[in-house]
């Protein structure tokens, strides 16, 4: 990781960003932070935060209503929101890449995993179906699930929820991104699931040297994951520091609070 | 706390086989035997696909059984019908994880907590408005909430108010079915105290299902670990990390998340760097 870190340069730089619904309601106020290549960021924050908010603004994909009312982000050299549609679209899937909390719902019930999965491929590569098809395979395999082929041939609704949340990681991962965002990623899934999917977005980013913002409710998952933790409250960014100042010696009440609220295995308890 | 040994409730060799066409079916429960003590908290943890929620639909008769018999205080309740049926699931509440799917969007929270008080006609119509605003302060919730409609209400209120109307018919067990997984980890913990607080208060038996070992062992007093649809140990809460033996509960175990160890670990590598 420390090869990853010597570029000084941000490389994603967010300054003042702020977003606003039709009323006038801000969800997000005056957000700045920078990121470097290869990091891993895990944003925490209650439902309501603007944690969301904020991972779809990096993207372009504010939900209906929602503007722009100041602010900027840098992505490598380019300044993402004076970019037109076009741009944006040549930047979505390609070179930053999202994976939503329920992918499965993102998945289309009537076609079967594999035609989606190249379909996504070939729109930002040109490739044959038959190779498109072979790169599925690949990253699915990857994703450490048994039986590629068989997975890529069935539909969605033949999927457990840990499957289809490895899949559209896979997908996401397909096109190697240099900038992965993550929206609870792992929320829907059973504890045992849920560490196999977070191992394997962490060897995802080591291996590629992606970077990452995770967004999640749980202390717990942030720490086993990012570099750094953000905590939001009330659409503003709070804290922000390396993991371990946070976890051990938080600043703000608030990013307290949020540490007692992970429930802890009576046993390996420390007193306090 | 437990101090009359006769259980309240009690499972016997139950099996449940859902049928599927033309194929094998899927066998959910497998010779399941259980006991709930009066005032116990029970902990119920699995995998998605363990059986939690079928022996949960079992017990509710959301589903029948295929085989074995419940007992619910010297009397079996394994295939009531009709009123008999009724009366019973008042005595049997149930809280379940999606507290938005469980209301009626059209229909006020008062009215939602209210209902089931007039249909089992414990009180008249000015009554039960009387105690719904005591349920809904009971529960942390103000009582001009009564008048708000459910999408009003965030999810952690939305749970709040559902756990109201459980408790206002004064059920004898309540059944909570991943109640607080779909809630943020803070709101989870607020919840999980009231759930301490209602059971200190009312001595309320109750089974406690969730994937999350951590969060089963804060609630209850022993747990009942489940795989593929068969119970492979039952331990206590307190001995949970001396006691359990079964390499699937290990497994359960070491894959709960804590920051302590991680803060430990962290700490470590840095003096050493």
């Known amino acids: 990781m420390m090869q990853l870190r010597a570029e000084t340069t941000p490389w994603l730089e967010v300054k003042d960003l702020s977003v606003s619904y039709k009323e006038g309601i801000p969800s997000l106020r005056d957000i700045s932070f920078s990121m470097k290549q290869g990091e891993i960021i895990g944003i925490v924050g209650e439902s309501g935060s603007g944690k969301s908010t904020l991972i779809r603004a990096l993207l372009g994909l504010l939900p209906v209503g929602g503007q722009y009312s100041g602010g900027e982000i840098t992505f490598r050299d380019r300044v993402l929101l004076r970019d037109s549609q076009q741009n944006w679209r040549g930047m979505r899937g390609k070179r930053i890449a999202m994976v939503f909390q329920d992918s499965g719902s993102y998945l289309n019930p009537i076609r079967s995993i594999g035609s989606q999965y190249v379909e996504a491929i070939r729109a930002h590569f040109p490739m044959s179906r038959k190779e498109a098809w072979g790169l599925a395979v690949r990253t699915l395999a990857r994703m450490e699930l048994d039986d590629p082929e068989r997975v890529l041939h069935s539909y969605a609704s033949q999927l457990s929820g840990g499957m289809k949340q490895r899949t559209a990681i896979a997908m996401a991962a397909a096109l190697e991104p240099e900038l992965l965002l993550a929206d609870e990623p792992t929320n829907a899934l059973d504890v045992t699931t849920q560490n196999e999917v977070m191992s394997q977005l962490s060897k995802l980013c080591a291996d590629k040297g992606t970077g990452m913002i995770l967004v999640t409710h749980n202390m717990a998952i942030a720490a086993h994951m990012a570099d750094r933790i953000g905590v939001m409250l009330d659409s503003r960014l709070v804290e922000l520091g390396d993991t371990l100042r946070v976890i051990s010696n938080p600043e703000h009440a608030y990013t307290r609070k949020l540490l007692d609220a992970v429930p802890e295995l009576e046993g390996n308890k420390h007193d306090q | ?273």
């Open chain 2, 1 to 273: 706390m437990i101090n009359d040994r006769s259980p309240i409730l009690k499972l016997s060799d139950v099996c449940k086989t859902y049928g599927l066409k033309g194929r094998q079916g899927v066998q959910a429960l497998q010779n399941v035997d259980l006991d709930l003590y009066p005032g116990e908290c029970l902990g119920i943890v699995g995998q998605s696909g363990s059986g939690k929620s079928s022996l949960a639909k079992c017990v509710t008769h959301l589903e029948q059984v295929t085989s074995g018999e419940i007992w619910y205080r010297q009397q079996q309740i394994t295939r009531l019908k009709g009123e008999k049926l009724r009366q019973m699931r008042k005595q049997i509440q149930m809280v379940f994880q999606e507290p938005a799917a469980v209301f009626n969007p059209r229909m006020k929270v008062g009215m939602f907590i209210s209902e089931p008080l007039l249909n089992y006609k414990m009180m008249q119509s000015q009554q039960a408005i009387q105690e719904t605003r005591r349920l809904l302060e009971r529960v942390g919730l103000s009582a001009l909430d009564a008048d708000k409609y459910p999408h009003e209400l965030s999810g952690g209120q939305q749970q709040r108010a559902v756990i109201a109307r459980a408790i206002g018919v004064r059920p004898e067990i309540i059944l909570f079915d991943e109640a607080t997984s779909a809630l943020d980890v803070s709101i989870q913990q607020q919840i999980l105290d009231l759930l301490m607080e209602l059971r200190m208060e009312t001595g309320v038996s109750s089974i406690f299902i969730s994937h999350d070992l951590a969060v089963v062992q804060q609630v209850s007093d022993r747990i009942v670990v489940m795989h593929q649809g068969k119970v492979v140990e039952v331990v206590d809460s307190s001995k949970l990390s001396s006691a359990a033996n079964h390499p699937y509960t290990r497994s359960l175990m070491s894959s709960a998340l804590s920051l302590r160890e991680l803060k430990g670990k962290m700490q470590v590598r840095e003096r050493v760097e």
